[in-house]
């Protein structure tokens, strides 16, 4: 199993970024969450989507701007980010948990992901 995190860069704030998180390896349906740190910071969580539904959650800190999207059939989860902030700022993780009960309500959580990328650079300025 493998998850490749791509699309990171330096764009001034006000400007937009596609992240796109390709998936490999995986048998079971899955959700996949992206999560960013900071320097001196946790690793925080940003968005999730849900294999079965595509259902969607959001940080508060990015609702509104970001939106995380799916192709099934490339495997491939997409974060548009709009209106970027010198904030946003960060080392962009994706991750993947296995679909089972209980899991989602807990898609904050960085404990309950299975499967993490190598992470990409967002680097916003102002």
């Known amino acids: 199993v493998q998850l490749q995190a791509s699309g990171g860069g330096l764009v001034q704030a006000g400007g937009s970024l596609r992240l796109s998180c390709a998936a490999s390896?995986?048998?079971?349906?899955?959700?996949t969450g992206w999560f960013r740190q900071a320097p001196g910071k946790e690793r925080e969580f940003v968005a999730a989507?849900?294999?079965?539904?595509?259902?969607?959650t959001y940080a508060d800190s990015v609702k509104g701007r970001f939106t995380i999207s799916r192709d099934n059939a490339k495997n491939t989860v997409y974060l548009q980010m709009n209106s970027l902030k010198p904030e946003d700022t960060a080392v962009y993780y994706c991750?993947?948990?296995?679909?089972?009960?209980?899991?989602?309500?807990?898609?904050?959580?960085?404990?309950?992901?299975?499967?993490w990328g190598q992470g990409t650079q967002v680097t916003v300025s102002s």
């Open positions: 390896g995986f048998t079971l349906s899955y959700t």
């Open positions: 991750a993947a948990v296995i679909s089972r009960p209980g899991i989602f309500v807990r898609l904050a959580d960085t404990g309950i992901y299975d499967y």
């Open positions: 989507i849900r294999w079965s539904g595509g259902s969607t």
